[in-house]
């Protein structure tokens, strides 16, 4: 068993003879968005799924060593001392109380699950950080060999780090230290645009496409020192995380001369063109950190992982321009996949199991790997809020909700096992019709409560992905963003340039348009009958309907809301907000 815990994004994993049996993330258990807790839920639930108990778990593995990350606090603070004094004060009682005695805190935690589960010193073991994240990213891969690539905020010291996996072994080659970070860097921009760190980073590779990259050429002269060979360092001068209690400090602020964007706030041209910038630096970073890579190396294969993984529009510009003919990345890249990659170093370093590699597919059984719930759940479920509901064969099924969503219905969907992740990949999805060119704002305003730029990704059949998108390689876990291609965009020049480019949201940009971002580009998810068959069918259905084959994919919550795990949560979703079908598996509510 693996587990993360402590810092954000907490999540339990198991496997069996090196086969993924469960893994969820906490949040979704608790109702508590990035839930950093001990993760006890998430731990019953694998426990339950394999049905046994505790003590029949052979290892039981943290995803990082606390020892080191608490030597790297006190160096960092002996090195900037006398500044982050404060930090220092408030951080110190915390490691003396909690994390000095994390061993113990994790057997306790571990005995309030199993009271007969007892440590032996040989039953809980420690993976380092960026270990477990190129773990999480090798060894689910299709690769035999591959050069690993983990970028990320920080581990204990490690902040980017090149390994090589090979069967089932892992070397480390390469890495960067903190405090320069990719990861850091790109969250001191979050935070400086009023966006919650370790949490709102996506919002700012929403919100890059309404401005302009004006300001990377400063990022890059003043911010962030590149060299040839992609490796960097930042200037601290300009940054407070190293010791501070913020993300950025008045030399920041001086630079762009403009102070940090108070939450909620309104989003000005100026803030959209920041956004647009550091996007711009970080593609170009990792793009030269990438070829590099492929230049020194010359593998063909190369996978990813660490929160900065999770950048779709960055992957697509290294499958497209570094020179790896193919890119695999964890799905769960960010610390809920570093529970995952523990279990799997453990297994295959540890231990020294052999790795059975299958070219033509990863092992993460396509993310699927929560829970799911029987009919009667669901029916009891459905009785308690005195819904009424139809129950439907998967022949009525799916093209009664294809109907429902080309008439511009809104579906809230919820069928099988739960994903392990950030994206919904059809299992707890919000599905829509990607033809409405005001179906973004509809979504957005009445259903997400969310902030209006916010782009929606396609699920696309995927012998057809190649006829819309410029891309070349399959997505399953939507992470990968690529351009509409040429022949499905529609002319724009005669809506003219509006002053706000929130105001051209509306505007068709392709035969797409709800799912074509502002720059033509999209977010895609491929969907093929043999991974996904369920949402393949559903799309399918669609398909044979009006000619279109994809839907709109988009996560079954509220925003600030972690994605709906059971029966209820998708109950209270559906009623408090504009969703205007509720399926649950085949059980179908429709209001009104």
Not at 69 to 78: A, C, G, N, P, S
Not at 306 to 329: D, E, H, M, P, T
Not at 501 to 511: D, L
Request: charged share 20%.
């Amino acid at each position: 068993m693996g587990i993360s815990a402590y810092y954000h994004d907490s999540a339990a994993c198991l496997l069996k003879d090196g086969d993924i049996l469960a893994a969820a993330q906490e949040e979704r258990f608790s109702r508590i968005k990035n839930d950093d807790a001990f993760p006890a839920n998430s731990i019953k639930y694998c426990l339950d799924y394999a049905g046994i108990s505790l003590s029949q778990v052979d290892h039981i593995v943290y995803y990082e060593k606390p020892f080191l990350k608490f030597e790297r606090l006190l160096e960092t603070h002996l090195a900037f001392a006398p500044v982050g004094v404060r930090s220092f004060l408030k951080a110190m009682p915390l490691w003396l109380k909690e994390k000095l005695y994390f061993k113990r805190m994790l057997i306790k935690g571990l005995q309030t699950i199993d009271p007969n589960w007892k440590y032996d010193n040989k039953n809980l073991l420690f993976t380092e950080h960026h270990q477990s994240h190129a773990a999480s990213a090798f060894y689910p891969s299709p690769f035999e060999r591959a050069i690993i690539l983990t970028v990320d905020g920080v581990g204990e010291w490690a902040t980017t780090s090149v390994s090589k996996g090979d069967g089932n072994t892992i070397t480390a080659l390469q890495h960067i230290n903190f405090p320069h970070s990719i990861g850091l860097l790109y969250s001191a921009f979050t935070y400086y645009l009023g966006f919650k760190v370790n949490c709102d980073e996506y919002k700012v590779m929403g919100l890059a496409p309404y401005g302009k990259p004006i300001y990377t050429f400063l990022i890059l002269k003043e911010l962030i020192d590149v060299k040839d060979d992609g490796s960097f360092r930042l200037n601290m001068k300009y940054f407070n995380y190293a010791t501070g209690l913020t993300m950025t400090g008045n030399n920041f602020e001086r630079l762009f001369k403009t102070p940090v964007r108070g939450k909620g706030d309104e989003l000005l041209e100026f803030h959209m063109d920041i956004a647009a910038s550091i996007q711009k630096a970080t593609e170009y970073v990792m793009l030269k950190l990438a070829t590099n890579l492929y230049d020194t190396y010359h593998e063909d294969n190369l996978c990813l992982a660490g929160g900065v993984a999770l950048n779709c529009v960055v992957n697509g510009k290294i499958l497209q321009q570094s020179g790896f003919k193919n890119i695999w990345i964890q799905p769960a890249a960010g610390d809920a996949g570093g529970a995952l990659g523990a279990a799997l170093a453990v297994h295959y370093e540890h231990l020294k199991q052999k790795r059975v590699v299958d070219p033509a597919q990863d092992t993460m059984h396509n993310a699927l790997l929560g829970p799911s719930f029987t009919a009667d759940k669901i029916k009891s479920t459905l009785d308690a809020h005195n819904l009424q509901y139809n129950h439907y064969t998967d022949d009525e099924l799916y093209p009664l909700i294809a109907a429902d969503i080309a008439a511009g219905k809104v579906i809230g969907y919820f069928k099988g096992r739960m994903e392990f992740g950030p994206r919904a990949l059809g299992a707890r999805s919000i599905i829509a019709d990607p033809r409405d060119g005001a179906m973004q704002s509809v979504l957005n305003k009445k259903i997400k409560f969310r902030e209006s730029f916010r782009p929606f990704a396609p699920a696309v059949m995927e012998e057809f992905a190649d006829e819309y998108f410029d891309l070349g390689a399959p997505s399953p876990y939507m992470l990968l963003v690529a351009q509409v291609r040429p022949e499905k965009r529609i002319d724009t020049e005669s809506t003219g340039l509006e002053a706000s480019a929130f105001a051209r949201i509306n505007h068709a940009r392709s035969v797409i348009p709800a799912v074509t971002h502002l720059d033509y580009s999209a977010r895609l998810q491929t969907v093929n009958a043999q991974q996904h068959p369920d949402l393949y069918q559903l799309i399918k259905a669609f398909y044979d309907l009006t000619g279109c084959p994809m839907v709109i994919n988009t996560s079954f919550n509220r925003m600030d809301e972690p994605i709906v795990c059971t029966p209820e949560d998708a109950v209270l979703c559906f009623l408090n907000t504009g969703i205007d079908v509720l399926v649950i598996e085949r059980f179908v509510v429709r209001k009104g």
